[in-house]
């Protein structure tokens, strides 16, 4: 399972930022990389009062699976 990480930051306090995360159980790593600039476009779009920070591709984490 790939995930999607990544750290947003509210517009009107930059200092107050969280990481969230979405996970993908049909993408490569490579794919995931090259999909995460429009998936982070549509979620800033439903979330206007975010911004993004950062963000990376990687394998699901240990201490994320349940």
């Known amino acids: 399972m ?6 947003v930051c509210l517009s009107a306090s930059p200092q107050n930022c969280e990481e969230r995360s979405l996970l993908y159980s049909d993408m490569s ?3 995931c990389s090259m999909r995460a600039q429009p998936v982070l476009a ?3 779009n439903s979330h206007p009062r975010w911004t993004i920070a950062g963000w990376k591709c990687q394998a699901l984490r240990k201490d994320r699976s349940a």
């Open 42 to 44: 549509d979620w800033i």
């Open 29 to 31: 790593p490579a794919a």
């Open 2 to 7: 790939i995930e999607l990480v990544f750290v």
